[in-house]
């Protein structure tokens, strides 16, 4: 039975934990399945009188005062260890799960959606290079379908096994799509111990700033302020000066450029794509270079309900000897979840 099917069922009062845009989604995805929240609660000793959606935000100990025995719902995400140590204590005492709501476009990943695709995951499982590799893409899988968050402490892994399975070197032309300020470039250097060219990709203007003074005096570095796509295009752009900048329909109209067309017919040796759910047309123009010089790719798969079996699809048809790699942290929800294409 799917997460949404048990919500359905359930006699019990659906109680988040956790505010803001997560939870403003979660309460707007549910509501068109006549799924009602009952109240929103936060960690003790973080509420501060205040209403969220016109409920009052309790704190733990009144929710479960107020509520008795309740589903709850994480609305936020979180890798700090004592976020985690409490979801992990009010998971202990209430049916808990942590909705996996795509950050762009609509619908859940539910069992009807998975039978739907069943033939592209089992495609995408057949593909993956390790038993390793399956046993973490079973464990996203369930994790989409359930809410249930148990199978992830036992497939999540450090960024050190990450990088062990990229195999960078200090020859690397790499291209960051999605750099923001630039810590992937400062993690990319942590492992490769140098490199040959560096292309940092940033859209976001205040971003881009702090990204270029973040690598100001390195060489051969070109930075990009630029949405990418398939290039040529023109789309609306919403930036929000975080992480959370993205293509949307209400933003400001900037020109796409392209993974092709940035490198022009050169080389690129590694490429790191996490842009925010337009990873699909990032990959189709980069597809001359992917084609052509077989890059490693890092590609984010976490953003569409989609992407974790339509991402590495698209680049297998593109080039189909990559060996597949599948790893992601222990975030909740499984954000950061990427495949690895070497």
């Not at 709501?101 to 033939?119: I, N, Q, R």
């Not at 490199?195 to 881009?208: C, F, H, L, N, Q």
């Not at 123009?285 to 590609?299: C, E, F």
């Amino acid at each position: 039975m799917d997460f949404l099917t048990r919500l359905k069922n359930t006699r019990k009062p659906i109680v988040l934990y956790g505010m803001g845009n997560g939870a403003d989604k979660i309460i707007d995805t549910l509501a068109k399945e006549d799924i009602k929240i009952s109240g929103v609660f936060a960690s003790d000793g973080f509420v501060r009188k205040k209403n969220f959606r016109g409920m009052p935000l309790l704190s733990y100990s009144e929710a479960k005062e107020q509520y008795g025995d309740m589903v709850v719902l994480m609305s936020f995400g979180s890798s700090l260890p004592d976020v985690l140590a409490n979801v992990k204590k009010i998971a202990s005492e209430q049916e808990f799960y942590v909705p996996e709501v795509p950050v762009v476009g609509e619908g859940l990943f539910t069992d009807e959606y998975a039978l739907s695709h069943k033939e592209e995951l089992e495609s995408v499982y057949k593909a993956l290079a390790t038993d390793m590799d399956r046993a973490v893409f079973a464990s996203l899988v369930n994790y989409k379908l359930s809410g249930d968050i148990s199978s992830l402490y036992h497939s999540a892994s450090d960024e050190e096994t990450l990088y062990r399975m990229l195999s960078l070197t200090d020859k690397e032309i790499y291209m960051d799509c999605g750099a923001f300020s630039g810590d992937t470039v400062a993690s990319f250097l942590k492992y490769s111990g140098g490199y040959e060219k560096i292309y940092a990709v940033e859209p976001d203007g205040r971003s881009y700033k702090k990204l270029c003074k973040n690598l100001e005096g390195m060489e051969r570095v070109q930075c990009i302020n630029a949405p990418l796509g398939v290039g040529g295009e023109i789309a609306s752009f919403s930036a929000m000066g975080s992480r959370g900048s993205k293509l949307t329909d209400n933003g400001e109209e900037r020109e796409l450029k392209s993974i092709d067309g940035i490198l022009n017919g050169e080389g690129a040796s590694y490429i790191k794509i996490d842009v925010e759910g337009w990873e699909s047309a990032t990959i189709k123009g980069g597809q001359q270079t992917i084609k052509k010089y077989r890059p490693k790719l890092l590609v984010s798969c976490y953003h569409r309900r989609e992407d974790i079996f339509a991402l590495p699809l698209q680049i297998l048809s593109l080039n189909p000897d990559y060996k597949v790699h599948l790893w992601h942290p222990m975030y909740l929800p499984p954000w950061d979840a990427a495949y690895i294409f070497v």
